[in-house]
């Protein structure tokens, strides 16, 4: 059974920093592409970042320079450190796992990040 497990939301000040983590299990984690998105209500979600299995990164126009993915095969972990929050970034935040050549994603259950002006 694949589980995610998101934390580190919260509400923070424009300017301000967080970090969302993201716990993932059942799966062999270091096979697979690692994402997180963002949705805000009435909107599609939308891509933030991803981190392949080798570690290539992308990331979305409207957060390059400010945010950074990371995964930590060891311990099963993929996390989002956010700089320079912007109140545009408030949303539920979601990390999600697949395989390269798979477009079924396994979700979390999100966090809600919460930036005031």
């Known amino acids: 059974q694949v589980q995610l497990v998101e934390s580190g939301g919260g509400l923070v000040q424009a300017g301000g920093s967080l970090k969302l983590s993201c716990a993932v299990s059942g799966i062999i984690f270091r096979a697979y592409v690692a994402v997180w998105y963002r949705q805000v209500p009435g909107k599609q979600r939308e891509l933030v970042a991803s981190i392949t299995a080798s570690s290539g990164t992308d990331y979305a126009e409207s957060v390059k320079g400010r945010f950074t993915i990371s995964r930590d095969n060891a311990k099963n972990t993929v996390s989002l450190q956010m700089n320079s929050l912007k109140p545009e970034d408030t949303a539920v935040y979601y990390c999600?796992?697949?395989?390269?050549?798979?477009?079924?994603?396994?979700w979390g259950q999100g966090t809600q990040v919460t930036v005031s002006s």
């Open positions: 999600g796992v697949r395989r390269s050549f798979d477009t079924t994603v396994y």
